[in-house]
């Protein structure tokens, strides 16, 4: 038995149905069950999103033949669906669909694209199917930086959370800010912060949970940018360091780092106060500090406004929860939402730009886990749908 307990805002028991149901040579196919349900919403200020009340149950058939791991199979519906029982399927035809593969390795893998649970057999925390799954066939999950070649060791999903999350984002309320004048909703189809001079380069926070510090640094170096015209790499170790409203690599609020760099006086490059990963004593000199922010503002939840403000005024601090980052390799994440729930936000990143893939809308989204993680350090989330509460904690700091 699989017991995953609750995770990234769902309860979700899961069993493993027939461990080794069927097996010729050296292949075995396993079948699991998930139930999953969202819980309820006890957060007024995004209670307002459209919940989905729906308990679903879902199966997967994963095939292992001579240590190759690949998903045959994944179905979701209401409780009650009955669940294919495949049973009577010959081994021969399951095998005749690995031909098909759609979820390509890595070049010179050991591991599948969909290996994880089988993959962590040697361990005692479990894997999860389901938590690698529930994508839209436009995203592919598959290797990056937290899947190592070959599979093991890999982390765990609470030692994820614990060393490169922030459950501070929704735990504590933070520093108030005021609500930014709306630009309108007329944004164009397409922008991109990136291709305009805007944004540095991809960041990487290592083991330390600082995804704030990173998220609004990224926020002010696209502000001085536009209303300087010099773009820097500003400083997320003084943050760490110097900001005392936030716990450093325990996690940290946006709305709190906006108020330090402000009491502060500013923030210093990346070259002059370089990044440590770890807490140290606060060695911020006013003299050496490049840039300077005025004040902070929060932004409106709803998506088509915040295209039209990013377009017009700079990259966005956002939050959101990060259920379908850790296994992300490219294409559009859509996590199903009972699995990413919108009110239960736990990371820091940056939106750069958005557009549409194939007619489907996407944010283009600034992470800091290396270039190695995602599209280069980049993850693209789908647009419109609220999609794991990307639209319910938007900041910008205010540069005059």
Known sequence: MFNRGRAAGTRAVLGLVRGRGRRAGQGSLYSLEATLEEPPCNDPTVCRLPASKKTLLCSFEVLDELGKHVLLRKDCGPVDTKVPDSRNETFSSVLSLLNEDPLPQKPGGACPSLSITWCEH?????????????ESPSSVISQNTFLPMPCPPLLAEEEFRTIYLNPLLREEPGNKMKQDKSVGDLAPPEWDWRSKGAVTKVKDQGMCGSCWAFSVTGNVEGQWFLNQGTLLSLSEQELL??????????????????????????????DDYSYRGHMQACNFSAEKAKVYINDSVELSQNEQKLAAWLAKKGPISVAINAFGMQFYRHGISRPLRPLCSPWLIDHAVLLVGYGNRSDIPFWAIKNSWGTDWGEKGYYYLHRGSGACGVNTMASSAVVD
């Open 122 to 134: 040697r361990r005692s925390r479990p894997w999860t199917v389901a938590q690698l799954s529930m």
């Open 241 to 270: 360091d110097c900001d005392k409203m936030d716990k450093a690599c325990m996690g940290g609020l946006p709305s709190n780092a906006y108020s330090a760099i402000k009491n502060l006086g500013g923030l210093e490059t990346e």
